[in-house]
C-alpha cells in the first residue's frame, strides 16, 4: 500500500553533495546517481555552476555530508556538456580503459582469477577485491573485446563450472570487488527501513526513502523484513535528496 505525501521531496532534509574534479571541490545543486545490479556498474549526471571547464575522461569523485562525508562515487567523466552558466557531466565508474579499451589475448588452461587479474592490471584498475572458488578454463581467446563484456563472460563460465553466481561492481570507495554473491550480501551491513520513519512512500517492490548511499546488492530490512537491494536512486536537488530502492525477497 502506497504512503500518502504530498511531496517526498518536501520529506527530506538538507544535505551536502561534494564534486572533485583534479582536487577541486565543486558543491552540486542537481545530481543522480543509479546503481544497478546490470553489467554497467554505476553511473551518475551532476549539473554544477562553477566557472571550471570539466574535460571529458577527467577522474572525478563524489562525497555525501550528513553529519560525517563519505565518498558514494568514484569514475570519471565520460561525457560534459559546458553552456554558459553551467555544465551537465555524465559519469561513469571505474576507469576509460575498462570500459572503452579493446583487448585481444588468449589463455589456454588458465585458472579464471589469473585471467580476471591481468585483465584488471591491464585496465589500471590494480584496487579489488577477489572472492569466489576459482576454476581452470580450457581455452578463453579474447579478441577486440572491452573489459566489461571480458568480465561476463568469465562470470558465466565461472557459474557453469562451479554455479557460482557472481557479483561484479565498484563500491563508494573505487574498489572493484568480483564475488561470490550469496556469501557477499550476508555479509553486508543490514540497513533498516520503516514506515513513517525514513520511508516517504512505498509500492510492491520498491520504496522511496530519506537520503541513503546505499548500494544495489545489500541486505536491507523493510519493516522487520528481510530483502536485497538490486537497483538504487539517489536525486538530490537544491539541497534536498532522496533515495528510491528496488528490493527483491531473499530465497
Known amino acids: 500500500m502506497a504512503i500518502a505525501k504530498e511531496n517526498a521531496m518536501e520529506n527530506v532534509f538538507n544535505y551536502t553533495v561534494t564534486l572533485i574534479v583534479n582536487g577541486k571541490k565543486i558543491n552540486i545543486t542537481d545530481f543522480y546517481l543509479q546503481d544497478t545490479q546490470s553489467p554497467h556498474f554505476a553511473f551518475a549526471k551532476v549539473t554544477i555552476f562553477d566557472k571550471i571547464v570539466p574535460v571529458q575522461?577527467?577522474?572525478?569523485?563524489?562525497?555525501?555530508?550528513?553529519?560525517?562525508?563519505?565518498?558514494?562515487?568514484?569514475?570519471?567523466?565520460?561525457?560534459?556538456?559546458?553552456?554558459?552558466?553551467?555544465?551537465?557531466?555524465?559519469?561513469?565508474?571505474?576507469?576509460?580503459?575498462?570500459?572503452?579499451?579493446?583487448?585481444?589475448?588468449?589463455?589456454?588452461?588458465?585458472?579464471?582469477?589469473?585471467?580476471?587479474?591481468?585483465?584488471?592490471?591491464?585496465?589500471?584498475?590494480?584496487?579489488?577485491?577477489?572472492?569466489?572458488?576459482?576454476?581452470?578454463?580450457?581455452?578463453?581467446?579474447?579478441?577486440?573485446?572491452?573489459?566489461?563484456?571480458?568480465?561476463?563472460?568469465?562470470?558465466?563460465?565461472?557459474?557453469?563450472?562451479?554455479?557460482?553466481e557472481i557479483l561484479s561492481f565498484f563500491d563508494k570507495k573505487g574498489v572493484f570487488h568480483f564475488v561470490e554473491k550469496e556469501k557477499y550480501i550476508l555479509k553486508t551491513k543490514t540497513i533498516?527501513?520503516?514506515?513513517?520513519?525514513?520511508?516517504?512512500?512505498?509500492?510492491?517492490?520498491?520504496?522511496?526513502?530519506?537520503?541513503?548511499?546505499?548500494?544495489?546488492?545489500?541486505?536491507?530490512?523493510?519493516?522487520?523484513?528481510?530483502?536485497?537491494?538490486i537497483q538504487t536512486f539517489f536525486e538530490f536537488i537544491d539541497g534536498k535528496g532522496r533515495s528510491k530502492i528496488y528490493y527483491e525477497t531473499n530465497d
Open 57 to 164: 575522461y577527467q577522474t572525478v569523485k563524489i562525497s555525501f555530508k550528513t553529519d560525517e562525508t563519505e565518498d558514494i562515487f568514484n569514475g570519471f567523466i565520460d561525457a560534459c556538456h559546458n553552456f554558459k552558466d553551467k555544465s551537465i557531466l555524465f559519469l561513469k565508474e571505474g576507469s576509460k580503459d575498462l570500459h572503452y579499451q579493446k583487448i585481444i589475448q588468449s589463455y589456454r588452461r588458465e585458472t579464471a582469477q589469473n585471467i580476471l587479474v591481468e585483465i584488471l592490471q591491464k585496465m589500471n584498475i590494480n584496487n579489488f577485491n577477489i572472492n569466489f572458488i576459482d576454476c581452470e578454463i580450457d581455452r578463453f581467446p579474447i579478441y577486440k573485446e572491452n573489459a566489461l563484456l571480458i568480465i561476463q563472460r568469465l562470470k558465466q563460465i565461472i557459474k557453469d563450472y562451479t554455479n557460482q
Open 192 to 229: 533498516s527501513f520503516l514506515t513513517k520513519k525514513n520511508i516517504t512512500n512505498d509500492s510492491v517492490g520498491i520504496i522511496e526513502c530519506l537520503p541513503t548511499n546505499i548500494r544495489a546488492n545489500n541486505s536491507i530490512l523493510i519493516n522487520f523484513k528481510n530483502y536485497t537491494s
